[in-house]
């Protein structure tokens, strides 16, 4: 079975994370900056991971509706969508990860200097990770 990639949205850095073959578990990559050579390297990377579904992160505000970080995950989703034409790509809620990802670094002993390296792939962790639950919770 191919694996899972997970995108989670930010302004400077996107969050990647990746299941593995069975689709149970997801595990965090090096986030990636948010710049022009973002679809060369997700490319690259559904390819040696590969990788055959791509869920990326729809922010939305906590009372559901769009904010200007949806719109931005909006733009990139479609982007990938064209550049990624041969595996699906889907969007996914993503509300509060980056804040339980926080929680989880800090509870772990990660100043929140620290953090700043790890929380974007944290997110998509539990993203992917919650993605993953619902598929075999049926």
Known sequence: MSRVLGIDPGSKRCGVAVSNSQRTMAFPRPALAQNEALLVLLTALVDEESIGLVIVGRPLALAGHETASTLEADTLFYSIKERLHHVTVIQWDERLTTLEAQKSLAAAGMR???????????AAVIMLQNYLDGLHSV
């Open 112 to 122: 929140a200097r620290e953090q700043r390296n790890h929380v974007d792939s944290a």
